[in-house]
């Protein structure tokens, strides 16, 4: 019955996931004219603006390889942004809503490039200009394109991001003190036996070594009594040393320092610091 049921909140869970992936709004990024830019640089341009809108805001963003592999081989038609039917047939290639048209220029041939973009709604036939993005390098594309992110999808949700301190997400927690535990307390009566057991069998093997230590005053039996009792004696003392050993370590490793914590948020992680080590 546990098994049955784990399978049926799995199935929910899964379900429910799928609900929501299937109701996020869908946009691709699609390449259109390019000046002075080979296509393996365009495609790498449009995946970060794919990535940036994705990141940016509560949507399912592709573009890049994954864009060109879908549409025709021979490209798209220079007309295609103003022909309804060729916005259609892209939209199903990609199974997109929305499209976003590029146009990247690199006027100088330096390497700063200036993205243009056109949005177009597929089900209403709506499209719009949106501001140019200049990128002075390619380093700054990822940078600039999250930042532009909200302009070339105005209407879209933007996602939600952890915040970190004043915000009731984040709690410090209790810091521990040093403290005897369990395993603590067993290690050192354990030490405690050691050093008992030592110092009874030295005091016993001392009177025992003070009697045999006139010629002829002791017996064989009893001078390999006094030797067991040193021998005895001298494991009593290492046993507690150990375990005072033990004790000291597990002492000093018991407490904890306070941490502050931050729970995972839509859209971010959970993540931990720690005040001193």
Known sequence: MKFAFT??????????SSIAMADRLKVAVVPGIAVNLDSARVDALSQDL??????????????????????????????CLTTPSCVNDVSKRLG????????????????????DSTWVDVASGKRA??????????????????AAAKLV?????????????GGGIGSMSPEIARHMTTPAYVTAGVAVVGVGVGIGF???????????DKPMACSEDEQDSVRTRTV????????????????????ATSGK?????????????????????
């Open 7 to 16: 399978i049926g909140v799995v199935a929910a869970i899964s379900s429910l």
């Open 257 to 277: 320092e306070s941490r502050l914590v931050v729970s995972p948020t839509t859209g971010g992680v959970a993540l931990s610091a720690v005040g001193r080590f």
């Open 96 to 115: 997109a809503s929305q499209l976003v048209f590029v146009v990247m220029v690199d006027a100088t041939g330096s390497g700063a490039v200036q993205v």
């Open 129 to 146: 200009s949106r501001p140019a993005i200049d990128l002075p390098t390619i380093a700054d594309a990822k940078t600039r394109f999250a």
């Open 232 to 251: 005895i004696a001298d494991l009593g003392f290492l046993v507690g040393i150990g375990g005072i050993v033990a004790t000291s370590v597990l002492y």
């Open 50 to 79: 794919a990535d940036a809108l994705a990141s940016e805001l509560d949507i399912d963003a592709v573009g890049g390889l994954e864009v060109r592999r879908q549409l025709p081989a021979e490209g798209l038609p220079p007309d």
């Open 153 to 165: 999808l105005p209407d879209a949700p933007v996602r939600a991001k952890p915040k970190l301190g």
């Open 202 to 212: 030295a005091l016993s093997a001392r009177s025992r070594y003070n009697k045999c």
